[in-house]
């Protein structure tokens, strides 16, 4: 079955970076775009970035466009978001997303902290 696994997640300073990855299998990964979303506390999940399956294309939100980096590894079934410059509404809960046929598949996140 389908398994996203998500890691990379902690306590950063205002400024700083972290680089998550999502760890995919289950399905054939080059075949399907992916998507980051997150959701902060009290808020609802919120799209973030997505990335065509050949990582040629890719879309993110205007809240972190020209900060956070989507790119993928199609050998190693694996996506990433290099987060730069982050901020204290940067904090969250992170997911990976993937829609496989009328399948929309998450994993179970990682958190991002951003604090002094």
């Known amino acids: 079955q389908v398994q996203l696994v998500e890691s990379g997640g902690g306590l950063v300073q205002p400024g700083g970076s972290l680089r998550l990855s999502c760890a995919a299998s289950?399905?054939?990964?080059?075949?399907?775009?992916m998507r980051w979303y997150r959701q902060g506390p009290g808020k609802e999940r919120e799209f973030i970035a997505t990335?065509?399956?050949?990582?040629?294309?890719?879309v993110y939100a205007d809240s972190v466009k020209g900060r956070f980096i989507i790119s993928r590894d199609n050998v190693k079934n694996t996506m990433n978001l290099q987060m730069n410059r982050l901020k204290p509404e940067d904090t969250a809960l992170y997911y990976c997303?993937?829609?496989?046929?009328?399948?929309?598949?998450w994993g179970q996140g990682t958190q991002v902290t951003v604090s002094s």
């Open positions: 997303n993937a829609v496989i046929g009328n399948n929309d598949s």
């Open positions: 289950g399905f054939i990964f080059r075949r399907y775009a």
């Open positions: 990335i065509s399956s050949a990582g040629t294309s890719t």
